[in-house]
């Protein structure tokens, strides 16, 4: 790992353009799903930092977050609280199988936090 040269936040080594496609790819399959389901995307990223490889950021992500999957059993709305929960472990997996079509394979599943969060719904 490297530092950032002006924060010296620890950085991610410089990607290779195999590893960029494979990220496109990554992220291009989760941005699908969210904008299947709730029409927007605020941003996509593969611009790897100290947390991740690549990122995408959705205006109302926050709905479908395992949280509010719980509090909507908690109060009772089990039905829609299963139909958020159905679209969170889509959204969370959505990577995996867009690389998979990339690659004919998902380079890894166990381990990651998209396999964690899928987990968690």
């Known amino acids: 790992m490297s530092c950032h040269p002006l924060r010296g936040v620890p950085t991610r080594p410089r990607t290779r353009p195999d590893e960029l496609t494979k990220t496109a790819w990554h992220e291009a399959g989760h941005a699908l799903v969210c904008t299947m389901y709730f029409g927007n995307v605020k941003s996509v990223s593969i611009i790897p930092d100290e947390h991740s490889v690549g990122r995408q950021l959705a205006e109302r992500f926050a709905l479908f977050m395992p949280d509010r999957v719980r ?28 690389e998979s079509v990339l690659l004919g394979r998902a380079s890894f599943w166990e381990g990651t936090e998209d396999f964690y969060g899928a987990l968690e719904y």
Not at 81 to 87: G, I, V, W, Y
Request: net charge negative.
């Open 71 to 98: 509090e909507l059993r908690e109060s009772g709305h089990t039905e829609w609280a299963e139909s958020l929960a159905r679209q969170g472990i889509q959204w969370s997996l959505a990577g995996r199988a867009a």
